[in-house]
């Protein structure tokens, strides 16, 4: 069983950065970032795979950077020039092997999620 705790999460201004966080308790080769809009369907934001292969979802491409540090634990997600739309609760998740990082489906360990507000 994994367990994953993120942090970071605020209320910024449009073109503002925060920088989420994501501790596990043990690794898995693959790790992603997603999130949840009000009244919308959880959607893939970027992935990171073993060999640090990155996927990102069109509407962050440029804007938001995925790391992840072995010797920490903790997975990152560095996210620059924030716009409204990009408001929602993120969740960072994780399993040994998926097909597409960026499909939920695709994931069995999962955090609580943290805020994310951007107001214009």
């Known amino acids: 069983q994994v367990q994953l705790v993120e942090s970071g999460g605020g209320s910024v201004q449009a073109g503002e950065s925060l920088r989420l966080s994501c501790v596990f308790s043990?690794?898995?080769?693959?790790m992603g970032w997603f999130r949840q809009g009000p009244g919308k369907k959880r959607e893939g934001v970027a992935a990171?795979?073993?060999?640090?292969?990155?996927s990102y979802a069109d509407s962050v491409k440029g804007r938001f950077t995925i790391s992840k540090d072995n010797a920490k634990n903790t997975l990152y997600l560095q996210m620059n020039s924030l716009k409204p739309e990009d408001t929602a609760m993120y969740y960072c998740?994780?399993?040994?092997?998926?097909?597409?990082?960026?499909?939920?489906?695709?994931?069995?360990?999962w955090g609580q999620g943290t805020q994310v507000t951007v107001s214009s």
């Open positions: 998740a994780a399993d040994l092997w998926v097909d597409d990082g960026l499909v939920p489906a695709e994931y069995n360990y």
């Open positions: 043990d690794s898995r080769d693959c």
């Open positions: 990171i795979d073993s060999d640090g292969t990155t």
